[in-house]
């Protein structure tokens, strides 16, 4: 088998701006696309000429998602020289003008791509094997997917190849879990970002998030993976990060991969298809979850939300590491059993957390936009609307909301003891802001975060993360979003 590659894809709107890029670049064999849409022949031919790295030079079309919107002569100009200059290759889109390069002398280092297929096996098939007819060295087919389950075509379209010609992968947020499994179905390559930010096409990912925190080329066929499943996930989550970095501490063949979509359905499918070990539920498929699974545990059942999967040989238990998390950091800052805490948020996360402090004996009040059925603890949590709350007479406030300002908190201090935001990001939450200004206990999203996925990943694994680990890796994702 052939070396498979991160190829890491750098646009440039200059020559000096170029060269800067691919000089910051770390050092390794993989190749460098070089985005030459905004470039000269004499500008490209300068930067392939100033450096040794393997460099593929593509001039993309606005018509097949690129910025170039010159004429064919001239882009075979670049084309020209990129490869007069010594680059290894060239990319040329099939059914182009510039598609003859590929039965030409310089066939050997031409890459010959389609932007234009649907997301379906027999479009894929019919594609690459019109492709295959070429001279061309590689072939490239890249299809944006509207939904997860479709990446299944890719990896079905790549493992029924008996070469290592083909590189395939599936573009946008809904395919974006192809990049990280392509080189494992037998992609020679995956295509990535120089730096988070610097995306050259959607649901891509950083080269050192596919190099450093899924290692997608040390990928095998023994590898279990465990997917984080979320409507939203993409980029913010450190969730993914956090728990590869605990596999790697305890050197275990394992992956944990970002899967964004919008239907619960896909993700049952996948886990089917894709054998997964497990997977990690955030909003708003906790309650989808939690009827999935074959078996569950009290909180979870009382709650209806499931955060944490894991298949097995009899079929697939469920837990939840939400409520847990959050009472053990509430009773280590001074939660007391007479306390009151108020839950802002009915969702998967907040009936988790109300439902387990309610089961260790805590008067919890649960509040959210609309009354609805109360969760079958003993007693009873009732679940009222937020306008029948009075802000700041509880002694804990919980805000499992999307919300961020003070609209529910009330204009005084938000409670008497202590605050806990499941809200994380780049800058605090009202929530947080306002509980520090009134001294209270303040447990932000973050530590909440770290504190469940340790526990998540030790109900997947069976072991402990290091110590600290988690803490520190996601602070470092979200300093990285900043």
Known sequence: MARRSIVTSVRADNREAAVGAIAALPPGPDPIELRADRLSADEVAAVVSGTERELIVTVRRTVDGGSFD???KTRHGILAAALAAGARWVDVEWGSELAVLAEGADAGRVILSDHGATCETRELERRVEAMSSSGAARLK????????AQILAIRDLLRRRSDDRLCAFAMGASGALSRVLAPQWGSWGTYASAVAGAETAPGQFSAAQLRDSFDVLSIGEATRIVALVGREILPTS???AMHNAGYDALDMDRVYVPL???HW?????????????GLAVTMPFKGDAAGHVSSCDDLSASAHAVNTIVYGENGSSGSNTDGPAAVALMEARGLEKTDRVDVLGAGGTGRAIATALAQRGIDVGLWSREAGPSIATRPAIERRTHD???PGESHWLVNTTPRRDDTLIGCGPPARRGVLEAIYGTSPTSLVLRGREAGLQVIDGLELLVAQAEL???RHTGRKPPSGLFAAVGQRHIDSLG
């Open 70 to 72: 010159g004429d064919e």
């Open 265 to 277: 359905e896909d993700a049952v499918e996948l886990a089917d298809a894709l054998g997964l070990a």
């Open 456 to 458: 998540q990943f030790e």
């Open 388 to 390: 029948e709350r009075r």
């Open 260 to 262: 964004q979509t919008a």
């Open 141 to 148: 087919i890249v299809a944006p997917a509207e939904r997860p």
């Open 238 to 240: 450190p969730s993914p």
